[in-house]
Nanobody
Framework: QVQLVESGGGLVQAGGSLRLSCAAS????????MGWFRQAPGKEREFVAS????????YYADSVKGRYTISRDNAKNTVYLQMNSLKPEDAAVYYC?????????????????????????WGQGTQVSVSS
């Protein structure tokens, strides 16, 4: 079992930056591919970014590409999401997720990194608010 805890959310002005962290316990994250998802009020949860087990592959939703950066420090068992140039439409609860099967196969990962049901473990979420 992997327990995930997000932190770093808060209120920021449009154009500002935040860095979210996702700390894992229970198992080493080095065997897991990781993802960030978000859910705004009244909307479905959506894919934001993903990083492969070793960090060599990263993927982003078009809406955040060029503004967000996902990274990981397996020695610290932590994944990060650096968010720059934040917009009001980025406001949401952000969730991190982990999956071991995605970490085992690069082919499976590349086909499934954006699917919520590909991830077995989820954090409780952290709120990001952006004022205009």
């Amino acid at each position: 079992q992997v327990q995930l805890v997000e932190s770093g959310g808060g209120l920021v002005q449009a154009g500002g930056s935040l860095r979210l962290s996702c700390a894992a316990s229970g198992r080493a994250l080095s065997s897991y591919a990781m993802g960030w998802f978000r859910q705004a009020p009244g909307k479905e949860r959506e894919f934001v970014a993903s990083i492969s087990r070793g960090g060599g592959s990263t993927y982003y939703a078009d809406s955040v590409k060029g503004r967000y950066t996902i990274s990981r420090d397996n020695a610290k068992n932590t994944v990060y999401l650096q968010m720059n140039s934040l917009k009001p439409e980025d406001a949401a609860v952000y969730y991190c997720a982990a999956d071991r099967r995605l970490g085992r196969s690069s082919a499976y990962y590349s086909d499934n990194y954006a699917r919520q049901n590909s991830y077995d473990y989820w954090g409780q979420g952290t709120q990001v608010s952006v004022s205009s």
